[in-house]
């Protein structure tokens, strides 16, 4: 987003609803894997939203829903409609590449992170296949770590769970939302760590606790942060 955009709405970053970012992602997703297709129409995009496989979560949107998240994408100038000759139905097409200068690798990426919440850099590589070819993790990180360094920022890493090695990464396309991802993915680090039969030493679990607790300061720390940014611009 540029300087203008910042000075026409008044607040930084993204604030797109759930269903906009579907759609907005499912249109990015199938300007690679169906070109021949591409721009969609409303029901396209519809299927688009609702499938079942490849999204995290599955969504079952109506035509009026997806219509309303059309509107407000518009509106946001992040899609645009494209008039065809002869076409019955009008069909749509995203903005991405053109308003943030975004290369297909970035793309790519940040679709899959919409599309499917969470993930480390070694799922993106595995789930991308369709829409870009990584060579490597490596390649993977570098796309991440620029859109992370974007004004305003379109991706965040989360906060690591004990006991894993890699992190994830979310988008920040919804705002606050990852806020809300990254409290919720602290306060399940005691179930995603903790054995299921037979207990852990005393040991183990206080620094299980001691890590849950850093872990949710942080996510203080980093709410406080968001807002102060925010208010700059109020």
Not at 7 to 24: A, H, K, N, S
Not at 92 to 105: A, D, F, V
Not at 209 to 226: A, C
Request: charged share 30%; aromatic share 6%.
């Amino acid at each position: 987003m540029s300087d203008l955009d910042l000075q026409e709405t008044g607040t930084p970053g993204f604030d797109l609803d759930p269903f906009e970012v579907r759609v907005l992602a499912v249109l990015i997703e199938k300007s690679f894997v169906t070109p021949d297709g591409y721009p969609l129409s409303v029901n396209a995009i519809v299927t688009g939203c609702n499938q079942l496989t490849g999204r995290e979560p599955v969504m079952e949107l109506s035509e009026d829903t997806v219509q309303r998240a059309i509107d407000g994408l518009l509106a946001r100038k992040l899609i645009s409609k494209r008039d065809q000759a002869g076409a019955r139905v009008a069909k749509y097409e995203h903005l991405i590449r053109l308003r943030h200068s975004l290369p297909p690798p970035e793309q790519a990426v940040l679709a899959l992170l919409m599309l499917r919440g969470a993930q480390t850099a070694g799922e993106i590589r595995g789930r991308a296949e369709r829409m870009h070819r990584f060579d490597d993790i490596a390649a993977v990180e570098a796309v991440l770590e620029h859109l992370a360094e974007k004004y305003p920022p379109m991706v965040a890493p989360l906060p690591r769970i004990p006991g894993t090695k890699e992190t994830r990464f979310v988008h920040l396309m919804g705002g606050d939302a990852v806020l809300a991802e990254a409290a919720e993915f602290a306060s399940a680090a005691p179930l995603a760590t903790m054995p299921l039969a037979g207990g852990a030493p005393r040991g183990r679990t206080a620094e299980l606790e001691d890590e849950v607790r850093r872990l949710r300061q942080e996510v203080d720390w980093l709410r406080g942060e968001f807002e102060k940014f925010r208010a700059q611009f109020e």
